[in-house]
């Protein structure tokens, strides 16, 4: 059906708040990625998620974020207690699987501002 | 370190012409690479993977070069138009089948 969804398209919120973000994949991909984008930067990898494997966290930048993947679909990324460097464009993306050769289809991202 | 680069200054160029965008690497070995095309306020959308085994690979008006002893890729856009405007972001993988993506090259296409 449809591509990569997220909600919301745009977040508002104070320094020390927490914020959910959520990523719809596209049905049927196994491998779901989070990334971050500053503004006029590239993508920062942030997390992956493969099937029931455990996660690849290796790119969080700290322990403030975490992210779960519900039943190998839905996936929310949290940010807890959240500073003005976390201002940024959150992109989700899956894939079919967790292979580089695979395509990344991309959502259109969730654009957090912290003030 | 490991790094991608890429151009960070926009590249301006003519209707009609042909736009090269460099992706240079450093420290890895990548199996294969990809080209993602995004435009504003939107995600990244794949273009053309390219190989370590393939020298060159063509989509249309698309043409990637792969070249693993310079350690580079050059992505071309023949007789461009002002619809090819966007960013053009390469990533490669690194160990793990990760994708590591750069940090993009702005093409603006005049009419």
């Known amino acids: 059906g449809a591509g990569v969804s997220q909600s919301p398209s745009n977040k508002v919120t104070e320094k020390g708040k927490d914020v959910e973000l959520r990523c719809d994949p596209i049905s049927g991909h196994t491998a779901l990625y989070w990334y971050r984008q500053s503004l006029g930067q590239g993508l920062e990898f942030l997390i992956y998620f493969q099937g029931n494997s455990a996660p690849d966290k290796s790119g969080l930048p700290s322990d403030r974020f975490s992210a779960e993947r519900t039943g190998g679909s839905v996936s929310t990324l949290t940010i807890q207690r959240t500073q003005q460097e976390d201002s940024a464009v959150y992109l989700c993306?899956?894939?079919?699987?967790?292979?580089?050769?695979?395509?990344?289809?991309f959502g259109p991202g969730t654009r957090l501002t912290v003030l | 370190s490991q790094k991608i680069e890429q151009n960070s200054e926009a590249l301006n160029i003519q209707e009609g012409k042909t736009a090269t965008l460099t992706c240079n690497y450093t420290n890895y070995s990548p199996a294969y690479l990809q080209w993602y095309r995004q435009d504003p306020g939107r995600g990244p959308v794949f273009l053309l993977l390219?190989?370590?085994?393939?020298k060159e690979k063509r989509k249309e008006r698309l043409k990637v070069t792969f070249d693993t002893t310079l350690k580079q890729s050059l992505f071309h856009i023949t007789a461009s138009q002002p619809a090819d405007s966007a960013t053009y972001l390469c990533?490669?993988?690194?160990?793990?089948?990760?994708?590591?993506f750069g940090g993009g090259t702005r093409l603006m296409v005049k009419p």
């Open positions: 993306a899956s894939s079919l699987r967790a292979f580089g050769t695979d395509t990344q289809y």
């Open positions: 390219i190989r370590e085994n393939e």
């Open positions: 990533a490669l993988n690194n160990a793990g089948n990760m994708l590591t």
